[in-house]
């Protein structure tokens, strides 16, 4: 089997904050975005709610997908999480182990 590449969306919880970011592990990545050792993006705005992401076995059409999204409007970024997960709920709790 082949490996698996996610592109992400984080929020943060007052949902005004959007983060947008590209994985092998989505699980540890999170981990990593939550530990907040680290002075980053995602401490800075307290950005630890996963409401959107994409799964992929070509890491070259993921990262072009993640700097798509990162280019786009606001709006066109809440379009396709309300596709998605129209509750702004946060993915991360019934992920599975292996992501």
């Known amino acids: 089997m082949g ?3 996610f592109v992400y969306i984080l929020m943060n919880s007052t949902n ?6 590209v994985s092998n ?5 999170l981990d990593q975005h939550r530990s907040q050792f ?9 950005i630890n709610k996963l409401v959107y992401y994409e799964v992929y076995d070509d890491i070259n ?5 993640e700097k ?3 280019r786009w409007k606001r709006q066109w970024k ?3 999480i309300k ?3 129209p509750s702004y709920s946060d993915l991360s709790i019934d992920l599975p182990l292996s992501y």
């Open 3 to 5: 490996k698996t590449y």
């Open 16 to 21: 005004k904050v959007l983060y947008v970011g």
């Open 25 to 29: 592990s989505l699980s540890r990545r």
């Open 38 to 46: 680290t002075q980053s993006f995602t401490k800075k705005y307290n």
């Open 61 to 65: 059409y993921a990262i072009r997908r």
């Open 68 to 70: 798509l999204i990162k």
């Open 78 to 80: 809440e379009n396709i």
């Open 83 to 85: 596709e998605m997960n």
